[in-house]
T-cell receptor, first 112, second 113 residues
């Protein structure tokens, strides 16, 4: 089945630790995105990448980092610099030049 | 700056009713306006989308109405069912080569039996 796979579904992090969220797609999409979702806040863009080895900051990039070494993969690292990391994180992808974005099932990160 | 404003925050209707969710945008360069449906604990799923060269688009029970001059668009759900209970997000893209989406804050729809 084609789609976007995010793992893990649930993740717990101790304060001061970095954690990496995985996002893999087999849709052959060029563009990939990371969004953060908080109750009542909608979806806010963290980072996006239009091609391999290139990515741009979104609206709330502080405290996050990404890499795009393969077309299929776009991992997100939540660093200790992110002051309020507890949220639902969503990865998406789209064909380059088109706006139809398809989402994974999300990773819920909780700081304990 | 909130570029896409969505209302209402929440909406309750009876089965068979027609909930209407509204969105307004500011950037006239936006040229793609999708609606997403999200169930609890799941990722959003693309429901229906419209481009500004048409004023209305229907897919099954879902209709988008688009008013370019007012910079507004809305989602109508005909003959709503309890299974339509979800959070709905409108969005708009950046226009031109900037195709990342900007989302509204969402509307929690409850359809009572």
């Amino acid at each position: 089945d084609g789609g976007i796979t995010q793992s893990p579904k649930y993740l717990f992090r101790k304060e001061g630790q970095n954690v990496t969220l995985s996002c893999e797609q087999n849709l052959n999409h060029d563009a990939m995105y990371w969004y953060r979702q908080d109750p009542g806040q909608g979806l806010r863009l963290i980072y996006y990448s239009q091609i391999v080895n290139d990515f741009q900051k979104g609206d709330i990039a502080e405290g996050y980092s990404v890499s795009r070494e393969k077309k299929e993969s776009f991992p997100l690292t939540v660093t200790s610099a992110q002051k309020n990391p507890t949220a639902f994180y969503l990865c998406a992808s789209s064909i380059a030049g088109r706006s139809e974005a398809f989402f994974g099932q999300g990773t819920r990160l909780t700081v304990v | 700056q909130q570029q896409v404003k969505q209302s209402p925050q929440s909406l309750i209707v009876q089965k068979g009713g027609i909930p209407i969710i509204n969105c307004a945008y500011e950037n006239t360069a936006f040229d793609y306006f999708p609606w997403y449906q999200q169930f609890p604990g799941k990722g959003p799923a693309l429901l229906i989308a419209i481009r500004p060269d048409v004023s209305e688009k229907k897919e099954g029970r879902f209709t988008i109405s688009f008013n370019k001059s007012a910079k507004q668009f809305s989602l109508h759900i005909m003959d709503s069912q309890p299974g339509d209970s979800a959070t709905y997000f409108c969005a708009a893209n950046g226009g031109g080569s900037n195709y990342k989406l900007t989302f509204g804050k969402g509307t929690l729809l409850t359809v009572n039996p």
